[in-house]
């Protein structure tokens, strides 16, 4: 296809391109300059919701403290480590460990022997990434020790006037302290990951430019973004807001694979909601990651961030087995037992080693 423009005014025109066939050109672009870069596997992270307890109240999110309609629950080390064990002998290369943010130091030295106890446990074979929200330093240090070598931490919005709209203004939600976390990752040694959510109310096609424009820049070696969804009992939930809009999402992470060739992108759950097959849709598009859920069926229904999430009454068996059909209709391949890190993150080693 002709040149991408990705100069800012380039991908405001994209995200905005009505056209059929550019569009489709487009993510067919995205595909192709994936497999040059990083080949066509697919890389699975079986995810893990340890817990939906959280001390923040983002405006957007279906957990946050103030729902008290949600049972708050936490695995037992127990249930934690039998589901490890399920993915390292289905074969899964890798781990996420996501939950509320918590910061009590209890809740820290949990953490790190959760990430011991699942090294040991798979021989030091399962990868494992952590989405544990905003900590200090030395407790991304601690939990990196442990093991841990991958983090997610989406910024959420580039914009940090979007960024104050869409969280309370209680003290405790900073786009600085987002930021900063984000690079305390990154220095410690993480293969770091961020991301936002996409049609968000207020947020403009030059935001999400911004957006792709700053993982850039920061150099962030993982991306994970799909559409904001509506939850009723959250404050922006009561806000109108268009209908979520898959191809938007699709055309951001076409946009970042020409901007990051490198990177890993995943294709997200949100994405599935609003289409059942949105997921490899993505993946056509440049994504390479996906996160099947591998959490215990009794507390999944708790872990509604936003609401309609898949797959809350299947168990892990289930998720894999779905994922695995639907990835072998659109011929897509999965990089079993590896881990699947982010060339992008080897390529900074390199330069660093220089
Ligand atoms: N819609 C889409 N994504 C959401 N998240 C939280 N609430 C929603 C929602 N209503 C995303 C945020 C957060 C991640 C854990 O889930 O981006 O970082
Ligand atoms: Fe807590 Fe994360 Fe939800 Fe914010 S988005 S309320 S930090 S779980």
Redesign the pocket.
């Given at each position: 296809m002709e040149n991408v423009d990705l100069s800012k005014e380039g991908l405001v025109g994209w995200l905005e391109e009505n056209d059929e066939q550019r569009v489709k050109a487009l993510l067919d672009s995205a595909y192709n300059i994936k497999a040059k870069n990083i080949g066509t596997k697919v890389f699975l992270r079986g995810l893990i919701e340890l817990s939906?307890k959280?001390?923040?109240?983002?405006c957007?999110?279906?957990?946050?403290?103030a729902n008290k309609s949600v049972a708050r629950y936490e695995l037992s080390e127990e249930q934690v480590l039998d589901a490890a064990l399920f993915a390292w002998k289905a074969n899964y290369g890798s781990l996420v460990l996501q939950?509320?943010?918590r910061t009590s130091l209890a809740y820290v030295k949990k953490v790190t022997h959760l990430v011991q106890q699942i090294k040991h446990l798979s021989n030091g074979e399962l990868g494992i990434t952590l989405s544990l929200?905003?900590q200090e330093s030395d407790v991304y240090k601690e939990w990196f020790d442990a093991g841990a070598h991958r983090y997610l931490l989406?910024i959420?919005s580039s914009n940090p006037d979007l960024f104050a709209k869409i969280?309370p203004r209680d003290g405790h939600?900073s786009w600085e302290r987002r930021l900063k976390a984000i690079l305390d990752l990154k220095d410690i040694g993480y293969q770091t990951g961020t991301g936002v959510m996409i049609g968000m109310p207020y947020q403009t096609s030059e935001d999400l430019a911004d957006d792709l424009l700053f993982m850039k820049n920061i150099g962030i070696h993982m991306v994970g973004m799909g559409p904001y969804l509506k939850h009723s009992q959250t404050p922006m939930g009561e806000l109108y807001n268009e209908e979520p809009n898959l191809e938007l999402s699709l055309k951001m992470v076409a946009l970042l694979r020409h901007l990051m060739p490198r990177i890993n992108i995943a294709a997200t759950t949100a994405m599935q909601v609003i289409d059942k097959y949105g997921r490899e849709k993505a993946i056509m598009a440049g994504a390479n990651i996906i996160m099947p859920n591998m959490t215990i069926t009794e507390v999944r229904k708790e872990y509604q961030?936003y609401e309609n999430k898949p797959g809350i009454e299947d168990d892990a068996a289930i998720s894999k087995g779905k994922l695995e059909e639907n990835l072998r209709t659109q011929g897509i391949e999965i990089g079993w037992m590896e881990w699947g890190d982010s060339k992008a993150f080897g390529d900074s080693l390199q330069m660093k080693n220089k």
């Open positions: 939906n959280c001390s923040k109240n983002c957007y999110c279906g957990i946050r403290n939950a509320g943010e929200g905003e989406r959420e969280h939600h961030i």
